[in-house]
């Protein structure tokens, strides 16, 4: 009993992150470098040698940092802060192909498959996490959506621990060889339609265990993956902006941008939107989704 | 004996052996390959020893006597030594693999990993700056085998349970094989080997300079920890003091670090108990920290703030005041909500008794952090050979306020009160640094020439972190880093004499092991 007040007392904490702005999601210093907007096509050489993990790279364009290589050690920022910076925000996920960062036009391709196969899924999404070779701190991020700040069941996203229930895989650390077979069988025991996002620049490149003869680059050659968080880790926020794109449910206001720039976003009539309580379009999205778990793997 | 004191191995181990007996602490045992230019190992014991650690070395050819037999500690670290090293202790009582199981390539062809120190300075395995991406791959990568611990029963009427390495909810890969009858844990084989990283391996040929930033990752819910290590061995062999100013902010972080690691413990016990209030309120002022990091450095893992000299510039602006409240304020309503989990039944009711550490058992394997003075092992880097910020500041191990425990609820006293003393020593560098004249402060020196060997150890969240690095013109030849959790897991064997399965995720959310320290 005494509990209970206690949990009364302290009131609603709860971002209301997508629907409303979250200054701490939108504002904050993200742990990823980017090119200064005042220093595209500038060449520095000696950039590209500061970066622990070669993200920085010198192209005829200008200095590039490729995001899925930064692990936001701040080496080029204190080196050369004309020309680096942290960049804001917690928009750094990104839709891939394969194991390459999807173009302009890939991207609206992919959205639409993307959009196509999770319809089905509505409002209840079932999250299976296999850690691949992370260093723990992945881990400790991902479990923080579950805390009363982000409480991502608000969404309709939830944990399972059974990989026949699960919808999206979340995948962390740097594809350790010990964990292929393992995280394959995972992967495998997935209904479809299903989605594969790995979480961390370590899953996304190797970071800097890239080089290791217990790695592999990444976790995008051993399961197929459809987007991309990279960060050292991601922030709650920016791990809850990936499983949002990835389902097709972010508002268009939050998508490419800063993400969640604009003060507030209209409540969209459709099933992607959180508000959506229709009863029979859940209806019918479980009627799909029970087909579709009956095409999956049994 | 008298055989041993022919060899000159057999002498270096007797000088160990007998230097644990008049008191000294095994911190661990580490291999270096191609030491000399020759093809042996050296096997160096650190001694903790008084207020220093100790090495001593040892030319190890194929074989030699084991040592865990006289000293309990270094069971893990001879597996270790014999799967990193091919090298045979004699006598050992279990020579199962534990970091290399049965490693292939993907040819299936059985292949010795690289040997850490063996490619040493001459190393070139750092990335290309600013290649692309498909030049830098591993020449070879090695697969461990699957089948390579036995798991078979043992016993009439026994059975096994495969628990991992993908296991239910959001965390580290690790796999417990439980042998029961049904109820009873009799036996337990821990593998850990499936997260193998290559870590030691990674870190060498690289700059020394460059080396924090894996160090911060060796271990990620321990940066700041690790970082501190690594760069008290670099400070070391540069013999350079770091400003006070340096040291302030590297115990303001470490103490933070140390605030949300057992908030952690302490949420994962309210999960387990199912009293969801509190692991709602705990996970909740975890956030709260982690949040205070973050505006504190920009990294809610305290990340590139601990750099070799000192630490990254700070900004110390016009919002200290407001931190200081913030402090103040999270400090009151976990102290409030702390109160009244010391006197929930149901909560408590799971954790007395369970998962008893024998305090004679935590003495000989050498425990370290909360889970040995839990168990009466009054061990803290911080207390016993002080560095930084804390040389001024004489802080004490924490003990259980019931002696001589040792089981879940004694470890989370001891984390409880840790919290508390952690705030002390946060709102001390908070003042501290708040009355700093700002256009006066120097935050890191350079550190100059870097040659030779050096330790480095501090007090992380789980215990005793060390480092022993070697270094040759500024370029890392050979990284050893001994977590807390890899001393620490070898002992979850011996916690489960009267439980059952139900009590197994308190034990291990009292264990707080971070598997990517384990196996490395």
């Known amino acids: 009993m005494p509990w209970l007040s206690r949990g009364l007392n302290k009131g609603v904490v709860t971002t209301k992150w997508p629907r409303n702005e979250d200054r701490y999601q939108s504002e904050s210093l993200s742990n990823l470098a980017q090119v200064r907007p005042g220093a595209t096509g500038l060449h520095q050489p000696e950039a590209a040698a500061v970066c622990p993990t070669g993200a920085v790279a010198d192209r005829v364009e200008g200095m590039a940092i490729e995001q899925s290589r930064c692990i936001g050690c701040g080496a080029c920022v204190a080196a050369f802060p004309d020309l680096f910076e942290f960049a804001t925000g917690s928009a750094q996920a990104r839709l891939v192909d394969g194991n390459h960062e999807a173009s302009e036009v890939e991207v609206a391709a992919l959205r639409t498959a993307i959009a196509t196969r999770t319809r089905a899924l509505g409002r209840s999404v079932h999250l299976r996490h296999v850690d691949a070779g992370s260093d723990g701190s992945e881990e400790w991020e991902i479990n923080a959506l579950f805390n009363p700040y982000y409480d991502i069941n608000r969404l309709g996203l939830f944990l399972t621990p059974s990989p026949r229930h699960a919808d999206l895989l979340v995948v962390t650390g740097i594809g350790a060889t010990g964990m292929l077979a393992p995280l394959a069988r995972t992967g495998e025991g997935m209904p479809h339609p299903k989605l594969v996002i790995a979480v961390g620049t370590d899953a996304c490149s190797g970071g800097l265990w890239a080089h290791s003869y217990a790695g592999s680059q990444g976790v995008t050659d051993a399961v197929p993956v459809n987007v991309w968080v990279p960060g050292s880790p991601p922030t709650p926020f920016a791990i809850l902006y990936a499983i949002l794109l990835a389902l097709g449910r972010l508002p268009d206001a939050a998508e490419g941008s800063g993400g969640g720039r604009s003060t507030s976003m209209p409540p969209r009539p459709s099933r992607s939107s959180p508000q959506s309580t229709s009863g029979s379009t859940s209806g019918s999205a479980s009627a799909a989704l029970e087909v579709s778990r009956k095409e999956g793997p049994t | 004996v008298s055989d041993l004191a022919l060899t000159s191995t057999g002498r270096a181990w007797l000088d160990v052996t ?102 040493g300075a001459a190393a070139t395995q750092g990335p290309a700056p600013g290649g692309p991406a498909g030049t830098l791959g591993p020449t070879v990568r090695l697969f461990p085998s699957e089948q390579a611990l036995p798991r078979h029963l043992r016993g009439e009427g026994l059975f096994t349970i495969p628990h991992g390495p993908v296991r239910s909810g959001v965390v580290e890969s690790l796999e417990f094989l439980v042998e029961t009858p049904g109820e009873d844990i009799p036996r337990l084989q821990i593998r850990v080997f499936a997260k193998h990283r290559g870590v030691e391996v990674s870190f060498e040929g690289r700059d020394a300079l460059e080396g924090v930033f894996l160090a911060e990752r060796v271990e990620g819910t321990a940066s700041v920890a690790h970082a501190s290590a690594y760069c008290q061995a670099l400070e070391d062999l540069a013999g350079v003091q770091i400003p006070p100013e340096a040291a302030l902010v590297r115990m303001l972080h470490a103490e933070l670090e140390r605030i949300v690691g057992h908030l952690e413990v302490v949420a994962r016990l309210c999960e387990s108990s199912a009293l969801a209030v509190g692991l709602a309120k705990f996970t909740g002022y975890k956030e709260e920290v982690q949040r205070l990091r973050h505006d504190l450095c920009g990294s809610r893992f305290g990340r590139s703030v601990v750099v070799p000299g000192g630490v990254a510039p700070q900004r110390l602006d016009q919002t200290r005041h407001h931190r200081e409240q913030r402090v103040h304020t999270l400090r009151k309503a976990i102290n409030h909500d702390r109160d009244l989990l010391m006197v929930t039944s149901s909560f408590l009711d799971r954790l007395r008794g369970t998962g008893f550490l024998d305090p004679t058992r935590a003495a000989e394997a050498g425990a370290v952090g909360p889970v040995g003075r839990a168990s009466s092992v009054a061990v803290d880097v911080r207390a016993d050979r002080p560095y930084g910020a804390y040389r001024d500041l004489q802080v004490t191990a924490a003990t259980p306020p019931h002696a001589s425990l040792g089981d879940v609820q004694a470890r989370l006293e001891v984390r409880l009160l840790e919290i508390d003393g952690a705030f002390d020593l946060v709102e001390h560098a908070l003042e501290e640094l708040a009355h700093l004249p700002e256009h006066e402060l120097n935050w890191a020196h350079r550190l100059g020439h870097l040659d030779g060997r050096a330790t480095g150890s501090v007090e992380g969240p789980q215990g005793e972190i060390v480092y022993a690095l070697e270094v040759r013109d500024g370029q890392l030849v050979r990284v050893w880093p001994r977590t807390a959790s890899m001393h620490n897991l070898m002992l979850f064997h011996d916690v489960f004499h009267t439980d059952v399965l139900t009590d197994f995720p308190f034990i291990e959310a009292s264990f707080a092991v971070s598997n990517a320290g384990v196996v490395l």
Do not use: C, K
């Open chain 2, 18 to 119: 007998t230097r644990i007996e008049a008191g000294a602490r095994l911190v661990g045992l580490y291999g270096t390959a191609g030491a000399n230019g020759t093809d042996s190992t050296v096997v160096t014991a650190v001694l903790a020893e008084g207020d220093h650690l100790d090495l001593l070395d040892m030319n190890v050819e194929e074989e030699y006597p084991a040592l865990t037999p006289a000293v309990p500690a270094a069971f893990w670290y001879e597996r270790v030594l014999h799967d990193q090293f091919g090298v045979l202790p004699v006598n050992h009582p279990r020579l199962d693999p534990l970091v290399h199981a049965g490693m292939h390539d993907s040819s299936n062809r059985a292949v010795q990993p690289p040997r850490p120190g063996e490619r």
